[in-house]
């Protein structure tokens, strides 16, 4: 079983890497993500990283109306709240939830490939105690 450890110095690490950070940036946009990043987050406090030195980091983009709709009102979250506490059609809340799902999705395909996998999706963090850190 792969324990996640490719060693990038050789040509065959550099390889599965390229191969796998491929077939993860063409899975991410499949789903939506604008935009897929692979960083080095080892110089992060433990706390943070978790013990992970690498980090996959995509964006699933908001529509323009959207954001013309949310910047033209200052207080738009105050007004959502006071005209009606449902957030359920909302864009952002929904593209939330998919970041959500889709962050999920990938933790498992890394655990599944024998690979430690962290999500920070909201329902992983609280799961897993990590937002109680920030919050306490």
Partial sequence: MNQGKI?????FGKEICMNLEESI??????????SVYFTDISGLPEEQNKGFSRAVIFTIPLSPQYIRKVT???DYVQEKIHNSPDFSDDELYLTELKTDRVSDSLSDFFKHEGFSAYSHSDKNQIETGFLTVFMA
């Fill in 7 to 11: 060693h990038p110095e050789t040509n």
């Fill in 25 to 34: 940036t063409s899975c991410l946009k499949a789903n939506g993500a604008a």
């Fill in 72 to 74: 033209g009102c200052p």
